[in-house]
């Protein structure tokens, strides 16, 4: 269906509906907006967080709830697009960032955390010999692009269509803003085209960047083969083989990687990993990070006056030690595997062209049938996704537009239960609209 067809459609007029009775419901979250507006472009700071027709603001959250500025409880199966592992105000990450905020923080050299941080973090993930700490995934994903073109003396870096490793690298759509590299965009899970292209690139490939998982794009996994095939062909053509695991490093106690024994020459990371402060770490190995020692001739610089931060130094301590152990990583991603099977049970029932994709704890609904082993572009399919989104705001359960749903530690039985009545509630109440829109 066309942009212009859809704009007759039921859908559209189900859409306008819900957006009706979401303004309704949420003035304090518009004038929250209309405040924003007036200082930051479009009222936002963060363009994935706004959606239409303005974004619900927060005042507060508790465990694994929300509480918008209207005084709506919500289940927060967002979890912060996956940085928000932890939940909201968790205990031992409020003793340990108490404990750094009376210590002192902005202290202006080493602190007693950063040593323990990282050896926390190069215990847990195997590609780590070495790592480094930055403020964001995005400067780690650049960090680690800009090192590998450093250590191979080559230019081009490997990409994949639909992927998404920061704000400068977004290939889900042409971006102005898009680091200044030579990039080639190759298709995901594609194994003949991609080592193809990997051979023709030859001594001109620096690296090949990819996640294990498309996680923004729709919780899309890689095939363990086509992983298996990029590190096989990278190391052929003296390339790096990058795996950003800023989102899926949750999915199993190691990684991604660790869990299917592929290790990446650099890995990056980013979200839960700082206990829920601002984080990203790059590393990988020893012969490459070790250009960074400060102690060596003609070491790589790298700056970044918060990358030590004591407060993220210890919030992430705690997280990697007290909470998300290997045991808790092993059954969040259990109960997310159960959760995902209850959703496509629910949309399997309805007989509609509807399934969840996902590994674990982090789970995308899709409308399409077949399997789905690379991004695709669906005007339809993305109208359905915000109509969800808005239907279940209104059924309690707040989850990414895009139709992304991630679970958190202190989620319970019941949260899972209300997750899995809410896309009920929607996939029984919309059929027609659904069904009709996909015809
Ligand atoms: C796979 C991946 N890489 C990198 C990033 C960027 O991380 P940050 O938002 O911390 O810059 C994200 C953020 O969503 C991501 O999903």
């Known amino acids: 269906m066309t942009d212009a067809l859809l704009a007759n459609s039921d859908l559209m007029s189900a859409y306008a509906e819900a957006e009706e009775r979401f303004w309704a419901a949420n003035p ?9 507006v007036a ?26 709830r929300l509480w918008d500025a209207d005084g709506h409880e919500l289940v927060d199966f967002l979890g912060e697009y996956t940085a928000g592992i932890y939940g909201h105000n968790n205990p031992a ?28 973090v190069v215990d847990r993930f195997p590609a780590l010999e070495l790592v480094r700490f930055t403020n964001s995934g995005t400067e780690a994903n650049l960090m680690a692009i800009s090192s590998a073109r450093t250590f191979t003396g080559r230019e081009k870096v490997m990409v994949f269509d639909g992927g998404y490793h920061g704000g400068v690298f977004y290939f889900a759509g042409p971006s102005p803003l898009n680091a ?3 990039f080639l965009k190759a298709t995901y899970n594609d194994i003949e085209g991609t080592r193809t292209m990997i051979r023709e690139a030859g001594e001109e490939l620096a690296c090949v960047i990819l996640e294990p ?22 190391k052929k053509a003296g390339a790096l083989m990058i795996l950003d695991e800023v989102m899926t490093s949750r999915l199993s106690p190691g990684g991604l ?15 839960y990993v700082g206990g829920g402060m601002t984080f990203g770490a790059f590393g990988g190995r020893a012969d490459i990070m070790s250009n960074f020692d400060p102690r060596r001739e003609g070491a790589w610089p790298h700056a970044g006056t918060f990358n030590n931060n004591i407060l993220t130094m210890s919030a992430g301590i705690a997280g990697l030690t007290q909470l998300y152990t290997p045991e808790a990583a092993a059954n969040l991603n259990a109960m997310g ?26 789970n995308t609904v899709h409308f399409r049938s077949g399997p789905i082993d690379r991004p695709y572009v669906d005007a339809v399919a993305n109208k359905l996704r915000d109509l969800m989104h808005l239907d279940m705001i209104d059924g309690g359960i707040y989850h990414a537009r895009r139709g992304m749903m991630n679970l958190s530690l202190p989620m319970t039985s019941s949260d899972i239960d209300a997750g899995v009545a809410a896309f009920e509630n929607f996939i029984e109440g919309r059929a027609g609209v659904i069904e009709r829109s996909l015809e």
């Open 257 to 271: 990687h660790g869990k299917y024994g592929i290790t990446p020459d650099m890995l990056s990371l980013g979200k």
């Open 213 to 234: 998982m498309m996680g923004s794009s729709g919780c899309i996994p890689a095939s363990v083969e086509f992983l298996a095939m990029i590190h096989e062909e990278t």
């Open 93 to 120: 990450i409020e003793a340990a960032i108490e404990t750094a905020l009376k210590d002192g923080i902005v202290l202006g050299g080493p602190n007693l955390m950063e040593a323990r941080f990282a050896t926390a």
């Open 180 to 182: 200044p590299f030579p």
């Open 39 to 64: 200082a930051m472009p479009g009222g936002n700071t963060r363009t994935v967080i706004h959606y239409a027709p303005f974004p619900l603001a927060f005042a507060r959250g508790e465990g694994s």
């Open 28 to 36: 304090n979250s518009f004038a929250a907006h209309e405040a924003a």
């Open 337 to 362: 595997d159960g959760y995902r099977g209850r959703l496509n049970a629910v949309a399997e029932k309805s007989g509609l062209p509807v399934q969840i994709t996902g590994i674990g704890s982090m």
